[in-house]
């Protein structure tokens, strides 16, 4: 089997707005096809036209390459070989950021078709299976109305969530603030769910701190992205003088390296690696092992469509300790209607995908309505 073509689709819905922090207001989809018919789909969460920039784009020298001309006519089986290869390839086009969530959505696509050349599901080519289903968290945002917010806790509760966490909004203008939607959000979903919150990289090493010591009351499972993902020094601070207090999470943002350094410098207690960002597939089960040896929690980040939901399904399915998986609720179509993905939820549980592959198909229309190169 040949890699014939790296198809790289750009999607956008119509009202986006920048203001609101909603990553699922476009998406970048990732297709490999091959010589014999199977087709391989991925997706990144990065920027769609330069995902689409870094797959297109000609090769300037041998570390200097577009990923498209890495892969063609290599066979799409050997897919930890392919991923070194496109390692190398970007080296002078920074590995940490785009390319390496170009890279991302390309890993996905090759072992989606490794699983459905082989039969297989991915999480079974990947290592065993410690789950068949998994809990999962609701994923909302914060709001400025407190009635808005308590409307949507208690919906998700209702809905059978037993964890829910909010994020970003107007969290970080102030600590008396800031404490009322952690009050209000504690409020919504009651004392029998956890409460997770994300609060977006607002503050200075001080300034988490006071917002643990302040929100212990209200006992958060985690609080996470208190402080960007490379201030190791604010997130050595912040452990130390929070532990044993409350959960600190981070690095949704971050590769292997980057949360090595989360772990041994920063001390955080939580890595949150996103399978769409962090390298894929191949990277995220060398990171969820190199957590493991360190004991500590590894709780996938997803904010994408149900290619995403999926993939992280895939990564729960052979992470032992995991508490749960993200699962975004917000209502923006391409994560609605872009895939149908071979999984149910059901009380605050989902089924971990079983078909070949990913378990997803690509709804054509959807994709079509939204894409913004035609």
């Known amino acids: 089997m040949k890699i014939t073509d790296v198809e790289v689709i750009p999607l956008r819905?119509?009202?986006h707005n920048i203001d609101i922090a909603d990553g699922i207001q476009d998406d970048v989809i990732v297709r490999v096809h091959t010589d014999e018919g199977i087709t391989g789909i991925g997706e990144a969460d990065s920027s769609p036209l330069v995902v689409k920039a870094l797959v297109e784009a000609w090769s300037s020298w041998p570390r200097c390459r577009g990923l498209r001309e890495v892969l063609v006519g290599r066979n799409p089986m050997h897919v930890e070989q392919l991923w070194q290869e496109m390692q190398t390839a970007t080296l002078w086009l920074g590995r940490n950021g785009?390319?390496?969530?170009?890279?991302?959505?390309?890993?996905?696509a090759l072992w989606d078709i490794v699983g459905k050349a082989t039969g297989k599901p991915v999480h079974a080519l990947l290592g065993?299976?410690?789950?068949?289903?998994?809990?999962?968290?609701?994923?909302t945002l914060f709001t400025e109305d407190p009635a808005e917010m308590t409307d949507v806790?208690?919906?998700y509760v209702e809905r059978g969530f037993s964890a829910v966490k909010f994020g970003w909004g107007p969290m970080g203008r102030s600590l008396a603030s800031d404490v009322k939607l952690v009050e209000t959000a504690r409020r919504a979903v009651g004392d029998g769910a956890d409460l997770l919150v994300d609060?977006?990289?607002?503050?200075?090493a001080r300034e988490a701190i006071q917002r643990v010591h302040a929100f212990a009351d209200y006992h958060p499972?985690?609080?996470?992205?208190?402080?960007?993902?490379?201030?190791?020094?604010?997130?050595?601070?912040?452990?130390?003088?929070?532990?044993g207090e409350m959960r600190i999470a981070t690095g949704e943002e971050c590769a292997l390296n980057a949360f090595e350094a989360l772990i041994t410098h920063g001390e955080v207690d939580v890595i949150q690696p996103d399978v769409s960002r962090a390298g894929g597939f191949t990277e995220c089960r060398r990171i969820m092992l190199m957590?493991?040896?360190h004991h500590r929690l590894c709780?996938?980040?997803?904010?994408?469509?149900?290619?995403?939901?999926?993939?992280?399904?895939?990564?729960?399915?052979?992470?032992?300790?995991?508490?749960?998986?993200?699962?975004?609720?917000?209502e923006s179509p391409l994560r609605r209607e872009l895939v149908k993905v071979d999984t149910t939820l059901q009380n605050g549980t989902a089924t971990i995908p079983q078909a070949p592959g990913l378990g997803v198909e690509l709804d054509e229309e959807v994709l079509n309505k939204y894409r913004m190169d035609k």
């Open 291 to 293: 957590a493991q040896r």
């Open 13 to 15: 819905i119509p009202e």
């Open 128 to 139: 065993a299976a410690y789950h068949e289903r998994v809990r999962v968290y609701a994923s």
């Open 221 to 243: 499972f985690w609080f996470e992205e208190a402080l960007e993902g490379d201030d190791l020094e604010g997130y050595r601070q912040l452990s130390r003088a929070t532990r």
């Open 199 to 204: 609060a977006g990289c607002p503050y200075t």
């Open 299 to 330: 709780v996938y980040h997803a904010w994408k469509s149900g290619i995403l939901v999926a993939a992280t399904l895939h990564m729960a399915a052979i992470t032992p300790d995991i508490p749960f998986a993200e699962s975004t609720v917000c």
């Open 153 to 155: 806790g208690e919906k």
């Open 98 to 108: 785009a390319a390496q969530q170009a890279i991302a959505a390309i890993d996905i």
